[in-house]
Nanobody
């Protein structure tokens, strides 16, 4: 069983930055692939970024390339999403997710989910 707890959301002006954190606990976390997804009001959940805990594989959605960075800290079992140059269209609830094995773009491939954290970008 894996537990995920997100933090770091909030309100920011367009062009600003936020860093989301996701603390993981449970068995063999080093075997996990970690993903970030988001869901805006009235829209479907969409993939944002993912990486294996070892850092050997990283994937990004096209709309965040060059602006967002996913990373992990093994010492505190935390995965981060650094978000720069934020746009109003980035406004959404952001979710951390985990699965054993390789990264995946598909939300249903992830067995474990955090509670979500709200990110609001004002224009």
């Amino acid at each position: 069983q894996v537990q995920l707890v997100e933090s770091g959301g909030g309100l920011v002006q367009a062009g600003g930055s936020l860093r989301l954190s996701c603390a993981a606990s449970g068995r063999a976390f080093y075997r996990l692939a970690m993903g970030w997804f988001r869901q805006a009001p009235g829209k479907e959940r969409e993939f944002v970024a993912a990486m294996t805990w070892s850092g050997g594989s990283k994937n990004y959605a096209d709309f965040v390339k060059g602006r967002f960075t996913i990373s992990t800290n093994n010492a505190n079992k935390t995965v981060y999403l650094q978000m720069n140059s934020l746009k109003p269209e980035d406004t959404a609830v952001y979710y951390c997710a985990a699965r054993y094995g390789s990264t995946s773009y598909g939300g249903p491939e992830y067995a474990y989910w955090g509670q979500g954290t709200q990110v609001t970008v004002s224009s």
